[in-house]
């Protein structure tokens, strides 16, 4: 079984530039997660989300940050402009829509803001 | 809010030792725990689970055991081998919703 697919793995941008990841989830997987982890610190969820429907979105920069999920399987995850303080790796996850299932997870993109 | 707390890294240990990771945890409800590992250039995977009070977790010679009277969640191994040399994050999650919390990790490192 395929896992969860992201790209681009790593990525070097300039501070006020933008940058977009991608995330293929496991096929059938109806829940899609973004997270982010600072070096040194745990994963922290940035959106959640249902089929193509925003679940939980409440620790997204929304100024700065954005994720789409068109027609409920790939999402893309942009964030313009950049600040430093976004140096981080962005993990992609996906679940079954069934209360209690694991949740598996990409390798991550990495992401270094100069 | 809830959240997760782990023992400060990194942790070294040679080859064949005990290993005891402690996680302690805060839950507004009753959640389901986790630990999850990150093996060097790759993604997280689940290592072990554990759904309500008392149960216990095992998996690859680990095990963690739900303690609601203490809020931990301690991952052990009886005999670390040099594989074992990663990241583990403990963290909760509720069944209705999804989202896991992390606590902030724990490298270990096996040496030989």
């Known amino acids: 079984e395929a896992g969860v697919a992201q790209s681009p793995r790593y990525k070097i941008i300039e501070k006020r530039q ?5 995330c293929n989830p496991i096929s059938g997987h109806a829940t899609l ?12 969820l940035l959106i959640q989300f249902q089929n193509n429907g925003v679940v939980d979105d409440s620790q997204l920069p929304k100024d700065r940050f954005s994720a789409e999920r068109l027609k409920g399987v790939d999402s893309t995850l942009k964030i313009q402009p950049a600040k430093l303080e976004d140096s981080a790796v962005y993990l992609c996850a996906s ?13 991550g993109s990495w992401l270094t803001v100069v | 809010g809830d959240s997760v707390t782990q023992m400060e890294g990194p942790v070294t240990l040679s080859e064949e030792a ?18 999850y590992v990150q093996y060097p250039g790759e993604g997280l995977q689940l290592l072990l689970k554990a759904t309500k009070a008392d149960d216990k ?3 690859k010679g680990f095990e963690a055991t739900y303690r609601k009277e203490t809020t931990s969640f301690h991952l052990e ?9 990663a990241v583990y994050f403990c963290a909760l999650g509720y ?7 992390f606590g902030q990790g724990t490298e270990l490192s096996v040496k030989p």
Not at chain 1, 18 to 22: E, G, L, R, T
Not at chain 1, 37 to 44: D, E, R, V
Not at chain 1, 96 to 103: F, H, L, Y
Not at chain 2, 95 to 101: H, R, S
Request: glycine share 14%; aromatic share 18%.
């Open chain 2, 18 to 35: 005990f290993l005891t990771i402690n996680c302690t945890y805060t839950a507004t409800g009753y959640p389901s725990l986790f630990w």
């Open chain 1, 95 to 107: 679940s079954e829509a069934v209360p209690g299932n694991t949740i598996y997870f990409g390798e």
């Open chain 2, 77 to 85: 191994k009886g005999s670390v081998q040099v594989s074992d040399s």
């Open chain 1, 18 to 22: 933008s940058v977009a990841f991608w």
């Open chain 2, 95 to 101: 069944n209705q919703g999804g989202k896991l919390i």
């Open chain 2, 57 to 59: 977790g095992s998996n």
């Open chain 1, 33 to 44: 997660y973004w997270y982010q982890q600072i070096l040194g610190q745990g994963p922290k």
